[in-house]
């Protein structure tokens, strides 16, 4: 490799950074890493040394450090601080910063895997077919709702944004599938309208916005199409009731598995309703 007054030319210094020249040429324009010396023909020439600087920008890089980051860390207020502490209180700070990104990734994966979960469920599940099964306890954290300004296009969007943003702050709450509850009394008045719309969290929190769906006996059945068909879907779930002895003994919660972020027309939704039952007497 040719030298120059033990410099090398910006290609030959790319080479043995394994790097491109454009990618020296934004380093010299962003003031992190400049030739020791450009000649009146515009041949920019780095010192070997200098390599062990471009050796440090990729680590900082490869660490999770900015350009504008490394900057500072080249400046002369940055070494006023002493090089050793300041290069250690770069780290710390992307040690920390790299636990917060490691945290986001896992709850990204627990809610891919979820979604993947209830989409299989959704799919393979039989419609129209009730089931009694033993669930156990869980935590909702919900949001109430206005039924008679369930139709209003707004206040929903407004309520599940204040929902959403809520569930976001609290990284062990699934934001899918997004439910509702309707509670027994309504039930019993023939009043299908959902009360509070909620999202499960894994554990229980200080939160006036915790509700507690108890472990016991529940009838679960999948339908098809959405709150459209409810009520022909719930009747379904009645008259399996009835011919089994079994007799609603507290609210139903209604699951979206398949809705809006899978399907445009509601007639595709999936929908999942478990009423806490008991045995008549």
Known sequence: MEKKNSLFRCGEFAKLCGTTKETLFHYDEIGILKPRMVKENGYRYYAAEQFFDFDLIRVLQQAGTSLKEIKQYFTNEAQSYGEENHFLSILKDKQKELKRYKQRIEQMQRMVSNMIDVTEYAINEPYLQPRIIHCPQEYLITI????????????????LSDHFAYCEKHASIRKFPLGSIILQEDLKKGYYEDRYYFSQTQKPMKSNRLFIKPAGWYAVQLHKGGDGVFLSAYE??????????????????????????????EEKF???????????Q
Do not use: C, H
Not at 270 to 280: L, N
């Open 236 to 265: 379904n779930l009645l008259s399996y009731l009835n011919k089994n002895n079994w007799q609603v003994a507290g609210n139903a919660y209604v699951r979206d598995l398949l809705g809006y972020l899978t399907f445009d027309e």
């Open 144 to 159: 109430k709702v206005k039924p008679e300004n369930e139709e209003n296009m707004t206040y929903l969007a407004e309520i």
């Open 270 to 280: 999936v929908m999942e309703i478990a009423v806490q039952v008991e045995k008549r």
